[in-house]
Every structure is written in C-alpha cells, then in structure tokens.
C-alpha cells in the first residue's frame, strides 16, 4: 500500500498539535476518521508513530524519525505543484483566532472584511478574550497576544511593535501639578493594569524601577482608558489605544523625557512552525502588511517622531 500524502500531512499537523481531534478538525475530519488514518499510516510503515492518552498524542522515536521525512515530502509535494503552474494551496477552512478585546475591536475587526474576501476559502472564528487562551486545549490556530509573552512553547511572530506612553489628562496635570522625574510618580495617583504597579524607565543614572499606587486598579485597559481620560490620575498606556486622544490633546504625555525600559511588542502566536497551515499563515501576514513597518496608529500622534 503506497503513502496517502493527505495522511501523511495529518499525522504532522498531529506532531505539532499533540492532538489528533484537534489535527482532524483542520481537514474536516472527524477524530475517529482521523485516527482510523493514522492507524493505517502505521500498517503502511509497519511501526507505531504515536503514544496515545486519553488527551494527547506524544511522537514515538520511529515517529520523530519519521516526521522528519513527511516534511520533506510534504515540501516535494508543494514544490511540485508549483512547477507546472498548480501553486501552493490556496488557504481554506475554519480559522480560530483569539485576541484581546480591546485591540481587536479597534485595530482586527475593521480589516476582517478586507481579509475575508481576499480570502473566500478561509472561515473565521474570532475570539475575542482577555485571558490567555491554551491553543492546544481549545483548538484554536493562533492569537494575537500584546505584551510580553510567557508560553515559551510557542511559536511567536512580531506583528508590530507595542511602544507605551505615560499620560493623563489636561485636567488632572491642572489639579496636582506635571511630575518632573519617575520618583515623583510616588506622589500621584497612578492607574494601574492589574498587579503592574513596578514602573521601569531608563534616566541618566541606569534604570530605575518606581512603584506607583493609585484608588483604581483595572485588569481591563479600556477601564482605564476611559479614568485617565476622566482626570482620574496617571495611567501607563500603549498608543494604539491612545493615539488619537493625545492628537486631540485629550491627553497629555507625561514624563516624556524618560523612556520606558521594558520593550514589548504585539504578535501572533501559534502551537508550532511545522507545516504551519496555509489560512494560518495567510492571516498572520495579512496583520504584517497592515501593521508594519510602523504601525498605522503612530501617524495619528505627532509625537511619535519626537
């Protein structure tokens, strides 16, 4: 019995993902159709691939020896194709992605219908949550994450750089006065994204980390978007969400002349870099294209070329 490359492209979705439901779902399989495959993927090569569980799969040593050779197929396969004018395949299927509320109600949902219809195969599930999303335990093909990233198992692709911005309002600065240095931040009234109280910036002397406090503390920016537009006190922001308020001078950058010292950025995260599907990659290079190489946003606030 010859190799079904089909099978074979399942069983390395199923590598990456370390689940075969997850893996058939991607090619409209179901799980028991998807195993039944890989189970004759195994009679075929005459050695087992995979160890189950009951929620996973991890690969066998044959498995890790084989998957090495199902890329190199797969990639043939592709290449092939594209010598006689076929081209890759065109992106298809349902497409599970997870994003911040916030962000992707400003900057995602606007441009899902230029996306959409430049892609009329790929179908769109977009999650809109600000908990961090297990990829691999809710079946879903990418996030948007913004901010520093703490799942090192994860494939990470920067989107666009995050650059943040001390600010608050005309009216407050009014009331308690502009603070000169971060150490004055001590005595304001410092908005604060959940446990992010330890302030960092680069001064003259090295890096200097302020802890600040203040009566609201938020885990939702919008929260605090809209307090420190209200004259509420100081918030730290990132200026996709703030750009257009500081253009307007509903906002006011504060302490400019002290950089902050933690560098994050916005990116598209997935479980792995093999065999990444094309609706996948399809959508991370859409998000590339509209937001780099400097993020649209930026234009909006003069300041930003200071």
Same mark, same amino acid.
């Given at each position: 019995?010859?190799?079904?490359?089909?099978?074979?492209?399942?069983?390395?979705?199923?590598?990456?993902?370390?689940?075969?439901?997850?893996?058939?779902?991607?090619?409209?399989?179901?799980?028991?159709?998807?195993?039944?495959?890989?189970?004759?993927?195994?009679?075929?090569? /005459?050695?087992? @691939?995979?160890? &189950?569980? !009951?929620? *996973? %799969?991890?690969?066998?040593? +044959?498995?890790? =020896?084989?998957? $090495?050779?199902?890329?190199?197929?797969?990639?043939?396969?592709?290449?092939?194709?594209?010598?006689?004018?076929?081209?890759?395949?065109?992106?298809?299927?349902?497409?599970?992605?997870?994003?911040?509320?916030?962000?992707?109600?400003?900057?995602?949902?606007?441009?899902?219908?230029?996306?959409?219809?430049?892609?009329? /195969?790929?179908? @769109?599930?977009? &999650?809109? !949550?600000? *908990? %961090?999303?297990?990829?691999? +335990?809710?079946? =879903?093909?990418? $996030?948007?994450?913004?901010?520093?990233?703490?799942?090192?198992?994860?494939?990470?692709?920067?989107?666009?750089?995050?650059?943040?911005?001390?600010?608050?309002?005309?009216?407050?600065?009014?009331?308690?006065?502009?603070?000169?240095?971060?150490?004055?931040?001590?005595?304001?009234?410092?908005?604060?994204?959940?446990?992010?109280?330890?302030?960092?910036?680069?001064?003259?002397?090295?890096?200097?980390?302020?802890?600040?406090?203040?009566?609201?503390?938020?885990?939702?920016?919008?929260?605090?978007?809209?307090?420190?537009?209200?004259?509420?006190?100081?918030?730290?922001?990132?200026?996709?969400?703030?750009?257009?308020?500081?253009?307007?001078?509903?906002?006011?950058?504060?302490?400019?002349?002290?950089?902050?010292?933690?560098?994050?950025?916005?990116?598209?995260?997935?479980?792995?870099?093999?065999?990444?599907?094309?609706?996948?990659?399809?959508?991370?290079?859409?998000?590339?294209?509209?937001?780099?190489?400097?993020?649209?946003?930026?234009?909006?606030?003069?300041?930003?070329?200071?």
């Amino acid at each position: 019995m010859a190799l079904d490359l089909d099978t074979v492209a399942l069983f390395v979705r199923v590598a990456a993902l370390g689940n075969v439901s997850a893996a058939g779902r991607e090619r409209g399989l179901s799980p028991a159709t998807a195993s039944t495959r890989l189970v004759q993927l195994e009679a075929v090569l /005459g050695a087992r @691939l995979l160890h &189950r569980t !009951t929620r *996973r %799969v991890a690969l066998t040593q +044959e498995g890790e =020896v084989f998957l $090495a050779q199902a890329q190199t197929l797969l990639a043939a396969e592709a290449q092939a194709l594209a010598s006689v004018g076929q081209g890759f395949a065109a992106p298809q299927g349902l497409l599970r992605v997870s994003c911040s509320s916030s962000f992707a109600r400003q900057h995602i949902s606007p441009a899902l219908p230029e996306f959409l219809a430049r892609y009329p /195969g790929i179908s @769109l599930d977009f &999650r809109l !949550t600000d *908990r %961090v999303v297990d990829l691999l +335990e809710e079946g =879903v093909d990418m $996030a948007i994450r913004v901010g520093a990233l703490r799942d090192s198992t994860l494939i990470a692709r920067k989107l666009a750089a995050n650059r943040r911005t001390l600010c608050a309002s005309p009216a407050y600065l009014a009331a308690h006065g502009a603070p000169k240095h971060p150490g004055d931040l001590a005595q304001h009234e410092c908005l604060t994204l959940g446990d992010q109280r330890d302030w960092r910036f680069v001064t003259p002397g090295g890096p200097m980390s302020v802890r600040v406090s203040g009566r609201l503390v938020s885990d939702n920016g919008e929260v605090l978007r809209d307090a420190v537009l209200a004259g509420l006190g100081i918030a730290l922001k990132s200026t996709w969400d703030v750009a257009a308020h500081l253009q307007r001078g509903e906002l006011v950058p504060v302490l400019p002349a002290y950089p902050l010292a933690e560098e994050v950025a916005i990116w598209a995260v997935y479980p792995s870099r093999v065999f990444v599907p094309p609706k996948t990659q399809a959508m991370i290079e859409f998000l590339q294209a509209r937001f780099s190489p400097v993020p649209y946003w930026e234009a909006q606030w003069p300041a930003a070329g200071d």
